[in-house]
């Protein structure tokens, strides 16, 4: 049995339980606890990755809708959720199939559209992604002005 309680302290409890592990008392850790973390693991590297998506997308819909708007920040700030995307899929390649997965990027647009509505206050923007998944990770590439 653990000393220290999940609910109580998770960080003195992940501590205990990777010394436990690390020490081969594998009859002391909790096991559900540790499979539940684990898992969370996974989702957070899924937030992670459609969190980045949606900002490069809402700025890309934005960059479209608002020509006159356009900037240095805005170049940037694409640039860089590129640059960190390419990355975090090199890092965790099995995220590479959510780009393919349509029911997903329809979620990250939905968050992208959110956030373009919020910074810019119009409502008109598409409900499926208008470019494809290669444009959208593209360096070079930027979206024609409507």
């Known amino acids: ?33 540790i499979a539940e973390e684990i898992e969370d693991v996974g989702k957070s590297e899924q937030r992670e990755l459609a969190g980045r998506m949606a ?4 700025h890309l ?12 920040s805005w170049k940037r700030t694409i640039k860089e959720q ?8 090199k890092q965790v390649s099995s995220l590479k ?3 393919s997965d349509s029911q997903w990027l329809g979620a990250v647009l939905a968050d992208a559209v959110t956030i373009a509505i919020k910074d810019t206050g119009i409502e008109n923007f598409p409900e499926t992604c208008p470019w494809t998944i290669e444009n959208v990770l593209s360096h070079n590439w930027l979206p024609a002005n409507k």
């Open 82 to 89: 590129r640059k960190a995307l390419e990355f975090h899929i």
């Open 55 to 58: 900002v490069l997308m809402a």
């Open 97 to 99: 199939s959510k780009l």
């Open 1 to 33: 049995m653990t000393t220290v309680s999940y609910e109580a302290d998770i960080v003195a409890w992940a501590n205990e339980q990777a010394w436990l592990v690390r020490n081969k008392k594998f009859d002391l850790i909790d096991i559900e606890h």
């Open 61 to 72: 819909l934005k960059w479209q809708l608002q020509p006159e708007r356009q900037g240095a």
